[in-house]
């Protein structure tokens, strides 16, 4: 069973700080994706990256896929109230199959 | 293009009556997954179709759920008897070559 575990689960922080989030697994993906969701909606991408070492900016967001593409980290610089949410990790199989992680859940406090 | 349509958006419902959830993919996308999420378990992947056909339904939790995709632009998850501990948020999603995009979900509540 392929398995993704993001840590931290939970983050508070104050507005203008920087956050690392992480997504570990055992097995190897075709490519993984990062989402974010908000109250009452479904989660929205963000990302894919696909080749191993990969890294891709979205403004403040940073994302980064491992070398041997089982883990990847998403880095924010000075979070910004607007970027309260959850993100989620995803992992995408070969025959197509996505699997999420259990979430971390963001609150930035202006 | 509209997005992903589900139906209902809330459901709410007694022990062992029978629930039916709908869902409206993207026109052209050629895969559909449906989702439950609760906080406890997360978002957890329940079956996938591929061209209409089920391809992984290892997710499925037990008989009591089953899912049909008659066609490329519907599908159904069904609950049959539904129990309390099926309350959750159900997500539709469907994508093309990599993005999944998803609906807004139905809300299920069962008393």
């Known amino acids: 069973t392929q398995l993704l575990e993001q840590s931290p689960q939970f983050l508070s922080i104050q507005e203008g700080e920087n956050l690392t989030v992480y997504c570990n697994s055992s097995s190897v993906f075709s490519s993984l994706q990062w989402y974010r969701q908000e109250p009452g909606e479904g989660p929205v991408l963000l990302v894919t990256?696909?080749?191993?070492?990969e890294v891709k900016k979205l403004k403040r967001l940073t994302f980064q896929f491992g070398d041997a593409r089982k883990d990847s980290s998403l880095h924010i610089t000075a979070a910004q109230p607007g970027d309260t949410g959850l993100y989620l990790c995803?992992?995408?199989?070969?025959?197509?199959?996505?699997?999420f992680g259990q979430g971390t859940e963001l609150s930035v406090k202006p | 293009d509209a997005g992903v349509i589900q139906s209902p958006r809330h459901e709410v419902t007694e022990m062992g009556q029978e629930v039916t959830l709908r869902c409206k993919p993207i026109?052209?996308?050629?895969?559909l997954f449906w989702y439950r999420q609760t906080m406890m378990r997360g978002l957890e992947l329940l079956i996938y179709f591929n061209n209409n056909v089920p391809i992984d339904d290892s997710g499925m939790p037990e008989d009591r759920f089953s899912a049909k995709m008659p066609n490329a632009s519907f599908s159904t998850l069904k609950i049959q008897p539904s129990e309390p501990r099926d309350s959750a948020v159900y997500f539709c999603?469907?994508?093309?070559?990599?993005?999944?995009?998803f609906g807004q979900g139905t809300r299920l509540t069962v008393v």
């Open positions: 999603a469907s994508s093309l070559i990599a993005e999944a995009f």
């Open positions: 995803a992992g995408v199989s070969p025959k197509g199959k996505l699997i």
């Open positions: 026109s052209g996308h050629n895969s």
């Open positions: 990256v696909v080749t191993g070492g």
